[in-house]
């Protein structure tokens, strides 16, 4: 299992990249820069084609790729020779007009953007299901006895979010949203209790580990089982899909969370009483716990399956496009958030990571249907894709960003840069990737150690 999801990671990384890659090589053509190279993986090429001026190839490690264009690396024979200036050669990189190099360097970002605008309004054109839980909670301080921003907020167990911010709420899944991308920002709710709505405010906490916010709620979910495990402490028991758990230790069980507040004294039996076929039947699950002090019992719970509605052509490029538009802002409100005291190691996400991410998020969706592994998968390339182009117009040095902060500078000054002004702009930007890929890296090997 753990091979398949490095593989489907590694597949979808690599097409984020290429899709990058690619708006760079379309607009070097356009605008008569000379592309030697254009790259599927990156490493030593074990295929490669020549045809007219461009050699494409297959890099022996599939993360990625790139677009090598002619005479992007002039600065640093200029900076050599010792000379004044790179000479303007036709075809070459910096023998095109800064504003034809501008347009190429936003081009990689441009394309990320346009292909999660693809990718959202296919999966909203043809639908998707969505495996959450009903919108109704529990407090997470009916659990942990601790103190949240629902409690202040108000909010109890049982109520049923039906709108946050003015817009609707209809599962688990929306209010994880709404809540996850607003942290620190006060939200008008409007909460249904008793058969009548109230309207309250809440502001979520920023965690520090993530960066998104948080208000200390669960999703209430009746204690219906829908499968046990084969071989797990619950089949064991004699336990099966369609019992209702009733009570536990003598403690009535009126939602499947509160389960794990019992779980959390690591008592080795549990007494269970619950109800199946109308019938009211006894057993004892016996547990045991890892050094964490996590017990799997071997139970899953019914889940809401939700299915969006399927859009018009139209309508899905729409949605598309508003889709995109809001992951852009909570993209760059999230950058926003590294500099507000967050844990970087864990916010902060390296390839390893990602990759692991990718396939592990696809390997779960395949696990539902293929339908549902496909969706999954293009919709966390699309995150993906948005972040990296966002990241790329960082004005820093050796990312697009930067090298379009050095040719806007040069347009204005109406000649080119002194070779030497620009090798120390991209020496200092190669020692600050360099730091942030180490320190990524360095965050990746803890995620792999608690995994």
């Not at 998968?377 to 960003?401: E, H, Q, T, W």
């Not at 806007?408 to 190669?430: C, D, M, N, S, W």
Request: aromatic letters at 10%; hydrophobic letters at 45%; proline letters at 5%.
């Amino acid at each position: 299992m753990m091979l398949i999801k490095i593989l489907l990671g590694l597949i979808g990384l690599g097409v984020v990249v290429f899709v990058h890659e690619l708006g760079h090589f379309i607009a070097a053509r356009l605008v008569g820069i000379d592309v030697e190279a254009f790259s599927i993986g990156w490493g030593k090429p074990i295929l490669k084609k020549k045809i007219g001026r461009v050699e494409y190839r297959i890099g022996m490690f599939p993360i990625g790729g790139y677009c090598k264009m002619r005479g992007e690396n002039e600065f640093q024979e200029a900076f050599d020779h010792k000379k004044e200036d790179i000479p303007p050669v036709a075809g070459t990189f910096y023998g095109a007009n800064p504003w034809r190099r501008i347009l190429v360097s936003f081009a990689g970002p441009f394309f990320n953007l346009i292909f999660a605008v693809i990718v959202f309004s296919c999966i909203w054109g043809i639908g998707f299901e969505v495996y959450t839980m009903d919108n109704r909670i529990v407090l997470a301080s009916d659990i942990d006895q601790g103190w949240y921003p629902a409690n202040d907020a108000g909010l109890k167990t049982g109520d049923r979010i039906i709108e946050i911010d003015r817009r609707p709420i209809v599962n688990y899944h929306d209010i994880q949203e709404m809540i996850a991308t607003n942290p620190e920002k006060n939200l008008p709710l409007t909460v249904e209790r008793e058969g009548k709505n109230l309207e309250l405010v809440i502001r979520p906490n920023l965690e520090k580990s993530s960066g998104a916010g948080k208000i200390g709620v669960y999703y209430w979910a009746d204690p219906v089982i829908s499968a046990v495990s084969e071989g797990s402490a619950a089949a064991v028991a004699g336990l099966r899909s369609g019992d209702r758990i009733l009570r536990v230790n003598g403690e009535e069980l009126p939602y499947t969370v509160a389960m794990v507040r019992i779980l959390s004294e690591q008592v080795p039996v549990l007494s269970l009483e619950y109800e199946r076929d109308g019938e009211i039947k006894n057993t004892n699950l016996v547990l045991s716990y890892t050094r964490e002090g996590n017990a799997d019992i071997g139970i899953t719970y019914e889940a809401v399956r939700y299915h969006t509605p399927s859009y018009s052509p139209w309508g899905a490029v729409l949605k598309g496009a508003e889709e995109t538009g809001k992951t852009l802002v909570v993209s760059v409100r999230s950058f926003g958030l590294l500099f507000r005291g967050i844990d970087l190691t864990q916010a902060v996400s390296g390839p390893v990571r990602i990759t692991y991410m990718v396939g592990d998020i696809a390997a779960e969706g395949f696990g539902q249907s293929i339908g549902t592994g496909i969706s999954s998968m293009v919709n966390f390339l699309a995150l993906i894709s948005i972040a990296l182009g966002i990241m790329n117009l960082l004005p820093l040095p050796v990312l697009d960003g930067g090298m379009i902060v050095l040719f806007i500078i040069e347009a204005i000054k109406g000649r080119p840069l002194h070779p030497k002004a620009v090798y120390a702009f991209q020496t200092v930007g190669i020692v600050l990737i360099f730091g942030l890929m180490i320190f990524a890296v360095f965050g990746d090997i803890l995620f792999l150690v608690q995994r």
